[in-house]
């Protein structure tokens, strides 16, 4: 594994079922992120974790969870998928909580479409 | 609220000059970031500006003014390479990234 890796790559789901989208990193950043991108809109932050153990919720958090058991997995689960969710999600990585001139690292996506 | 604000689309001639303007409304500042997005693809770290002034990374740079709210991104001698989508983000007073909602750059030959 090398940056962020994300899985599965693309997904078309029905509405109402429940899914997990999966991303690893290995770069032992303190920070993950998972965003949402619509066309027309900015990245639009869905939850985030500042360190293993601890998560926060950003300006999307409805619909969605998070969970940090450790350093490397950061997994979005959607309890039950709606139509509105459809949308390409990255996972993104970043040291020291995004201080200073840390950049964010993305993976490469995950498009889920919900029908 | 918060507003990140950039042309949605701008075309340019391949071996030219080309600025991206952004503009930002944000509840605090700490710092600016430009970050550059190929079709179909994620988002890679082109530039970050905390202070006012010009910041030179090779064929790229960006430029900060905080009292006005506005950063440019110059990009010069242009290749086909560099059609993509250019990302203006803001990080807030809750050190969390505010997004524009990008800048698609066409190269013409």
């Known amino acids: 594994i090398a940056g962020i890796t994300q899985a599965p790559t693309s997904q078309i789901l029905a509405a109402g079922r429940r899914m997990t989208l999966r991303c690893t990193q290995d770069?032992?950043?303190?920070?993950m992120y998972w965003y949402r991108q619509d066309l027309g809109l900015g990245l639009r932050l869905i939850h985030y974790s500042n360190t293993a153990g601890t998560t926060g919720k950003g300006e999307v958090p409805d619909g969605y969870s998070v969970s940090r058991a450790n350093t490397d997995d950061f997994p979005l689960t959607l309890a039950s998928a709606v139509p509105s969710q459809t949308s390409v999600y990255f996972c993104?990585?970043?040291?020291?909580?995004?201080?200073?001139?840390?950049?964010?690292?993305f993976g490469p996506g995950t498009r889920l479409t919900v029908l | 609220g918060q507003n990140i604000d950039q042309p949605t689309e701008m075309t340019a001639t391949e071996g030219a000059i080309v600025q991206i303007n952004c503009t930002y409304q944000t509840s605090g500042f700490n710092g600016l970031f430009w970050y550059q997005q190929h079709a179909g693809e994620a988002p890679t770290f082109l530039s970050y500006n905390v202070l006012d002034g010009l910041e030179e990374k090779g064929r790229f740079s960006s430029f900060l003014s905080r009292s006005k709210g506005y950063s440019y991104l110059l990009l010069k001698e242009l290749q086909m390479k560099d059609s993509a989508s250019y990302l203006c983000a803001v990080r807030d007073s809750n050190y969390q990234l505010i997004w524009g909602a990008g800048t698609k750059l066409i190269i013409k030959p």
């Open positions: 993104a990585s970043s040291d020291s909580s995004g201080t200073g001139d840390n950049e964010q690292f």
């Open positions: 770069m032992r950043h303190n920070a």
